[in-house]
Structure formats: C-alpha cells, structure tokens
C-alpha cells in the first residue's frame, strides 16, 4: 500500500530531516514510529499527506507517487488520509458535530451524507451524547476522540496519528489505544509516531525506530526499544 524508496528530505536551511529511507507498509498494518525528537518520524507523516515532497526518491500509496500528483488531485488523496494530532487542532466555536462534519464538508458532501455519517462516527468513538457540545466543554480525552471521528468519518484507507497521547492521562491514553485497535481490525491502516514506550511494549505491533533521519531498526511485534 506505502512505498517509499531511497528517500531523502532536506529542508532550505540545510538540515537533513529523511536519509535515504526505504520503507514498505502493507494494507491493514499497524506501525509504531518511533526515536528521539528530531529523528524524522513527523517529516515523514508530513510525505505521506504530501505535506511536504522529498528531496530525493519517491513516495508512493496505493500505486501513486505523490511527487508526480497534480495540485488538484491531493485533495483526493487527503480524503483517504486521517490525520490526529497531539494537539487536536478543533475549531474551537463550532461544535463537536460540525468539528466532524467540517471533514466531510471540504470535501463537497451533501447535507443528507453529513447528517448520517457524522453520528455514525461519533458512535464509533462514544460521543454521539457530546455532539452539541463545544470542545472547551469537553475533556482531553474527549477533545482527541473528537480528533478520531473526524479523522474516520471519510473512511480513511489510512490514518497518520502524530503523538496523540502527548496530552492525554496513562487511562485516557489506554482508552485511545483501544479505539485505534478497533480501527485498525476494521482494515484501516495506521501508521502512529510516539514516544508513549509502555504503549508500544504493550500492544506489540510493527515497530519502525528512526534516528537522525534514518531507518535503525524494523522489527514486527516489537518494542520501545530505545532510551529517549
């Protein structure tokens, strides 16, 4: 499904962020990132969104290199693509459903497609009582299932999740986990950056570990493995 052959990212300022990373990800994985602040892991979330191009190699999903993509085709490819930050990134006067509906909403949905998809994806993450609510209202916990549901509510083939327990408590961060898992077994792949080691020792998935730009270790169901 992601391809990514020989692919380097050098920034204007000089700094090497990829080095020559090869890396391939089958449909329906689940992929910890893993490695020190600066190793790499957000610059390549950012080449997989197309977010940023690579210096050098390419980046390919789903059979489409994402440096040859015409400007009006990357909206179609974000479409497939569900984001969860660290910092939830809401809109914070519009509610918890128009948060979610605004995923569909850039995309051209219909009113009648919003008003049946949204409340399906705030079942799946247990907010359909929450979605009048506004998110300064809401919990940490809540804020990031708000995150989660407009991140499926397109039916992504993939979810990128950058830290998305940086700023949730050891029992919320556990209760996110368990909605990814669910995610996940559905068929959607996730590939997820973090620094959360006794999550990644727990749940004993793929494991790519990045340092200084580069691929240091790959390893199915593996661990943390690193000292931060």
Same mark, same amino acid.
Request: charged residues 25%; hydrophobic residues 40%; proline residues 4%.
């Given at each position: @499904?992601?391809?990514?052959?020989?692919?380097?990212?050098?920034?204007? !300022?000089?700094?090497?962020?990829? !080095?020559?990373?090869?890396?391939?990800?089958?449909?329906?994985?689940?992929?910890?990132?893993? /490695? =020190?602040? /600066?190793? /790499?892991?957000?610059?390549?979330? $950012?080449?997989?969104?197309?977010?940023?191009?690579?210096?050098?190699?390419?980046?390919?999903? !789903?059979?489409?290199?994402?440096?040859? @993509?015409?400007?009006?085709?990357? =909206?179609?490819?974000?479409? $497939?693509?569900?984001?969860? &930050?660290?910092? &939830?990134?809401?809109?914070?006067?519009?509610?918890?459903?128009?948060?979610?509906? &605004?995923?569909?909403?850039?995309?051209?949905? %219909?009113?009648?497609?919003?008003?049946?998809?949204? =409340?399906?994806?705030?079942?799946?993450?247990?907010?359909? $009582?929450?979605? /009048?609510?506004?998110?300064?209202?809401?919990?940490?916990?809540?804020?990031?299932?708000?995150?989660?549901?407009?991140?499926?509510? !397109?039916?992504?083939?993939?979810?990128?999740?950058?830290?998305?327990?940086?700023?949730?408590? =050891?029992?919320? %961060?556990?209760?996110?986990?368990?909605? &990814?898992?669910?995610?996940?077994?559905?068929?959607?792949?996730?590939?997820?950056?973090?620094?959360?080691?006794?999550?990644?020792?727990? @749940? $004993?998935?793929?494991?790519?570990?990045? %340092?200084?730009?580069?691929?240091?270790?790959?390893?199915? %169901?593996?661990?943390?493995?690193?000292?931060?």
């Amino acid at each position: @499904m992601i391809q990514l052959y020989n692919v380097s990212k050098i920034y204007p !300022n000089g700094v090497k962020a990829l !080095n020559d990373v090869t890396l391939h990800i089958r449909k329906g994985e689940f992929v910890f990132l893993v /490695g =020190p602040s /600066g190793a /790499g892991k957000s610059t390549l979330t $950012k080449l997989l969104c197309r977010e940023e191009l690579p210096s050098r190699g390419q980046v390919i999903i !789903n059979g489409r290199n994402l440096a040859r @993509m015409k400007n009006r085709e990357i =909206p179609y490819l974000r479409r $497939k693509i569900g984001m969860v &930050f660290q910092d &939830f990134r809401l809109i914070p006067n519009k509610t918890v459903f128009e948060n979610v509906a &605004f995923a569909l909403e850039i995309t051209g949905a %219909s009113r009648k497609e919003i008003k049946k998809v949204v =409340p399906m994806a705030l079942r799946m993450v247990g907010l359909e $009582k929450k979605a /009048g609510m506004l998110p300064a209202h809401l919990s940490g916990g809540e804020q990031q299932r708000t995150c989660v549901a407009r991140a499926i509510v !397109n039916n992504p083939v993939l979810i990128l999740a950058d830290e998305p327990t940086g700023n949730l408590d =050891p029992e919320t %961060s556990w209760e996110l986990m368990k909605l &990814f898992r669910d995610i996940n077994r559905r068929g959607t792949t996730i590939i997820m950056a973090t620094h959360a080691w006794d999550i990644v020792d727990a @749940m $004993k998935k793929r494991v790519v570990e990045l %340092s200084q730009g580069s691929v240091v270790r790959d390893e199915e %169901s593996g661990g943390y493995g690193y000292e931060s």
